[in-house]
């Protein structure tokens, strides 16, 4: 069955430091990626999304990722954390030939600290 | 531009009664969805639709039944709460397809006692 896991649940990060958060996916044909971000009491926005080409993908508010198939994953990145950046990410797949439907990671909170 | 828009955005229950979420986008998009979250479990899919007057189950669709009779709007009904389905369900939709990114609503806080 199609899955996602993001390993690390909770994550705190220095201001400035920099961020990488895990996401791995089972084997599928033609993966689409994305990194959702959540801010408390909100919905999930969308950060930015991998369909096919290049695989470091740009997003926003300075976020990146990269898609490397021979490990399965997209792997999101911050060169220097603010905090307001403070949120749960949302790894999601969408394996096409496979379950049809999106599967969503369970989340890692990022906590950052002064 | 509104976007997704959820109503209403928190509601208490009582055991074996009924009610509905509204959801409603003014997106033109085809497809619509519902979620539930749960602390440590993401997001699990309950019912979708790929078009207007189409649903279809998800992963989680026991106790719950939707309706897409208008494009814009995209209903779930709970027709006995449980204390199980104490939860935040979220709304979505996307363009055309489940490989395009999917727009969220804020969420409805649900509380069945």
């Known amino acids: 069955a199609q899955s996602v896991t993001q390993p690390d649940i909770h994550i705190t990060v220095s201001e400035g430091a920099s961020l990488e958060l895990r996401c791995n996916y089972s084997?599928?044909?033609?993966?689409?990626l994305f990194w959702y971000v959540q801010s408390p009491g909100q919905g999930l926005q969308l950060l930015l999304k991998?369909?096919?080409?290049?695989?470091l993908v740009q997003g926003i508010k300075g976020f990146e990722a990269e898609f490397k198939r021979s490990q399965s994953s997209f792997n999101l990145r911050k060169p220097s954390v603010h905090w307001s950046d403070a949120a749960e990410y949302f790894c999601?797949?969408?394996?096409?030939?496979?379950?049809?439907?999106?599967?969503f990671g369970t989340g890692t909170k990022l906590q950052v600290i002064p | 531009n509104a976007g997704v828009t959820q109503t209403p955005k928190f509601r208490v229950l009582k055991t074996g009664q009924s009610m509905t979420l509204l959801c409603a986008q003014d997106?033109?998009?085809?497809?619509m969805y519902w979620y539930r979250q749960d602390p440590g479990m993401g997001l699990r899919l309950i019912h979708y639709s790929v078009g207007e007057g189409t649903t279809a189950k998800g992963e989680v669709p026991d106790g719950y039944n939707v309706s897409r009779l208008k494009k814009q709007n995209f209903l779930l009904g709970l027709e006995s709460a449980a204390p199980s389905q104490t939860s935040v369900y979220f709304c979505?939709?996307?363009?055309?397809?489940?490989?395009?990114?999917?727009?969220f609503g804020d969420g409805t806080r649900l509380s069945i006692l």
């Open positions: 084997y599928g044909a033609t993966p689409y």
């Open positions: 979505a939709s996307s363009y055309s397809s489940d490989a395009q990114p999917q727009h």
């Open positions: 997106m033109n998009h085809e497809y």
């Open positions: 991998y369909f096919s080409g290049d695989t």
């Open positions: 999601a797949v969408f394996l096409s030939g496979g379950y049809q439907k999106v599967t």
